[in-house]
């Protein structure tokens, strides 16, 4: 099954290669790995150097725990996601320390999100991320103060082969890759206008 | 100046040595790695396959669309963007087809940017993202459609010697990164409780 991203111009490797899948195998992932997840996540930028991300991270060795976080997923990501061996909830810090609001927090946890993305590629992990989950539940379930949000939550383990998931889920997991073009979204001095260097 | 992060695990070069400079080389940017950098952002991930992320490109050598863009800043960031041959303003689709609002639209304009920013570190380029942008203005400048909102700006291009930035812009460009420790925001099993992984 190759997803590599088709592109006008070459990519990383690691950003090409980069998926979101649905069947995990059970292996464990190592502890020192989990922690470079964390480190990648740590050293991105944010506005004022906020860092407003937080995870909540629960491995499947803990079967309690990961029940739990597996609880704050929609029911059609539990489906899937009970195979990964890591789950965690990102979650933003959404007020500065003056109670303000950070407009830029929920940006942040994505760019933070992304390096725990490419780390994990580089390591062979795979990561689906999801936004299907039960926010005000999972805040509740683990006492998430004020001030901050419970955003999205993130699947991390190895990739296994497709035919170990139910028929539809197998079926989406063979689907290709698809992107709107550049030209939907690469503008130039005016809304909607390509600039000269895109390929055509 | 050695602006390597220090980790408690090792993380992926490309990370690693992310940071955001103020001062940049005169050296304008290949359009092929323009596209590759849209193209980075482009296949990145996003609830519901969205893409909300939308890009206005200005480069130096159309010196008219460039001025336009700077001015999109706000003066504390024109004073050292101006420098850059690369600007950008991430826009973030921020409501549906029907109307409704995509909550996971800025979160997901981040990890395209953070996308763009791995694959510009893989082509030896830098980037600094900006939260000091004049959202309205550049809304206006570019005529930003209802239902979109200008989120960040971004500078692209290849570092240059500190010594040719202003004395209290140097000051901060020389300044080591500094993150909070990883017990301050990764978790597990209860809000604030680190993991039995986190090395101590």
Same mark, same amino acid.
């Given at each position: 099954m190759n997803k590599t991203a088709e592109t006008a111009a070459a990519? #990383?490797?690691l950003l090409a290669k980069r998926w979101s899948p649905r069947a995990f195998k059970p292996d464990s992932v190592e502890d020192e790995d989990l922690v470079s997840l964390m480190e990648a996540a740590r050293w991105s930028p944010s506005a004022g150097n906020m860092q407003p991300w937080h995870f909540i991270v629960a491995t499947k060795d803990q079967?309690?725990?990961?029940?739990?976080?597996?609880?704050?997923?929609?029911?059609?990501?539990?489906?899937w996601a009970k195979d990964a061996p890591v789950l965690m909830l990102a979650v933003a810090k959404v007020q500065d320390e003056e109670g303000d609001e950070n407009r830029?927090?929920? #940006?942040?946890?994505?760019?933070?999100?992304?390096?725990?993305?490419v780390q994990a590629m580089s390591l062979g992990l795979h990561c689906h991320q999801m936004a299907g989950v039960k926010r005000k539940h999972a805040a509740e379930v683990y006492d998430v103060p004020g001030g901050f949000e419970v955003w999205t939550a993130i699947a991390v383990g190895y990739l296994d082969d497709p035919d170990e998931?139910?028929?539809?889920?197998?079926?989406r997991e063979l689907q290709p890759r698809v992107r709107r073009p550049l030209e939907a979204f690469v503008f130039s001095g005016a809304w909607g206008e390509s600039p000269r260097w895109l390929p055509r």
């Amino acid at each position: 099954m190759n997803k590599t991203a088709e592109t006008a111009a070459a990519i #990383h490797k690691l950003l090409a290669k980069r998926w979101s899948p649905r069947a995990f195998k059970p292996d464990s992932v190592e502890d020192e790995d989990l922690v470079s997840l964390m480190e990648a996540a740590r050293w991105s930028p944010s506005a004022g150097n906020m860092q407003p991300w937080h995870f909540i991270v629960a491995t499947k060795d803990q079967p309690e725990e990961f029940q739990k976080l597996l609880g704050c997923l929609v029911e059609g990501n539990q489906r899937w996601a009970k195979d990964a061996p890591v789950l965690m909830l990102a979650v933003a810090k959404v007020q500065d320390e003056e109670g303000d609001e950070n407009r830029c927090a929920t #940006h942040d946890v994505g760019l933070a999100a992304m390096s725990l993305v490419v780390q994990a590629m580089s390591l062979g992990l795979h990561c689906h991320q999801m936004a299907g989950v039960k926010r005000k539940h999972a805040a509740e379930v683990y006492d998430v103060p004020g001030g901050f949000e419970v955003w999205t939550a993130i699947a991390v383990g190895y990739l296994d082969d497709p035919d170990e998931l139910p028929d539809d889920l197998r079926e989406r997991e063979l689907q290709p890759r698809v992107r709107r073009p550049l030209e939907a979204f690469v503008f130039s001095g005016a809304w909607g206008e390509s600039p000269r260097w895109l390929p055509r």
